[in-house]
């Protein structure tokens, strides 16, 4: 049974249908578990488990990101693009002649950037958008 926000995104921004398949995680373990859609319910998804894949799903390295701080709104675009790359986590860095300050909204924007790449990628690995390094931090 899958509940919340994904509810939204499979019915509405991925349009499945029942009989359709879906790649479900639970971010832990390193599974792929393969579902099928049985029913579409208001504020739930109901599924069965097929089967499990177990192997080939993640980058044999956990790449992290130094990402210095664009002017606007790019760093919703970046993080999105880094996470269909594969990034593991991505560290906002405020450099010497940065502009923009990375502020908590802009944090919480980023990290719901991540999260709909990682969906619509179908990813396993968690993106992590950690915090701003200061300039002494490096």
């Known amino acids: 049974m899958i509940t919340g926000s994904d509810v939204n995104h499979i019915k509405n921004v991925l349009r499945m249908k ?3 398949e879906i790649a479900v995680s639970n971010g832990t373990d390193g599974k792929e578990y393969r579902c099928g859609i049985e029913e579409l319910l208001e504020e739930e998804i109901i599924c069965t488990l ?3 894949k177990e192997d080939g ?3 044999p390295a ?3 990101f130094f990402q ?3 002017k606007a709104d790019k760093m919703e675009f970046i993080v999105q693009k880094l996470v269909e790359l594969g990034a593991y986590r991505i560290v906002p860095v405020a450099l010497k002649r940065s ?3 990375l502020d908590e909204k802009r944090r ?3 990290r719901r950037a991540g999260s709909r790449s990682q969906k619509q990628q179908r ?3 968690s993106a992590g958008l950690c915090r701003r390094l200061g300039q002494s931090a490096l």
Do not use: C, M, N, Q
């Open 123 to 125: 990813s396993r690995a």
């Open 62 to 64: 956990r790449v992290t």
């Open 57 to 59: 799903l993640e980058l």
């Open 99 to 101: 502009v923009v300050h």
């Open 18 to 20: 029942p009989g359709e």
């Open 68 to 70: 210095g701080l664009p």
């Open 108 to 110: 919480k924007r980023g």
């Open 50 to 52: 097929r089967f499990i």
